[in-house]
């Protein structure tokens, strides 16, 4: 870890057929809306002064481009 501070970090990962998927999922799925506004009650109660820095990362792929496999599942 050298010089850095610890922190605490996670990761998702989703795949989305169309655009218009991922819009509706983060329109009307709970969990996401729960983080959302949980972060809007947050930003709020600091008046903006936020030092929360997130990102999203997003892939537009060819089918030829995707290979999935299942490893380790039980059938």
Known sequence: TGNSPDTD???GLAYFDD???LEGWSKH???HLDIFGGFLKYAGELQG???LR???EVLVLEPE???FEYVGCHV
């Open 19 to 21: 655009l218009s998927s």
């Open 9 to 11: 970090k996670t990761f």
């Open 54 to 56: 997130l990102f999203h």
């Open 49 to 51: 002064n936020v030092s």
């Open 29 to 31: 799925h709970k969990t």
């Open 65 to 67: 481009q995707q290979f």
